[in-house]
Nanobody, 118 residues
Framework: QVQLVESGGGLVQTGGSLRLSCAAS????????VGWLRQTPGKEREFVAH????????SYTDSVKGRFTISRDNAKNTVYLQMNGLNPEDTAVYYC???????????WGQGTQVTVSS
């Protein structure tokens, strides 16, 4: 069982940066892949980025490549999402989620709001 808590969201102007954190409970956190996903009202939840348990592989949706960086510190049971060059289209509630095997995320945080003003 893994419990996830996001933090770091807020209001930022276009072109600004934020760093989201996802703090996890559990002694085997390093065996879980973790993703960041985002959702805006009326839209499907969208994949943003993923990092493997050891942190040796990452993937991103095309719209954030070159702007967002996902990383993790397994000693601190924390995954980060560094977001640079933010634009209003990045406005959403951002969730972190974890999975041990397969493609389905099994554990979710409560979400953190990111708002980018123009």
């Amino acid at each position: 069982q893994v419990q996830l808590v996001e933090s770091g969201g807020g209001l930022v102007q276009t072109g600004g940066s934020l760093r989201l954190s996802c703090a996890a409970s559990g002694r085997t956190f390093s065996s879980y892949g973790v993703g960041w996903l985002r959702q805006t009202p009326g839209k499907e939840r969208e994949f943003v980025a993923h990092i493997t348990g050891p942190g040796d592989s990452t993937s991103y949706t095309d719209s954030v490549k070159g702007r967002f960086t996902i990383s993790r510190d397994n000693a601190k049971n924390t995954v980060y999402l560094q977001m640079n060059g933010l634009n209003p289209e990045d406005t959403a509630v951002y969730y972190c989620a974890a999975r041990r095997t397969g493609l389905k995320y099994m554990y979710w945080g409560q979400g953190t709001q990111v708002t980018v003003s123009s």
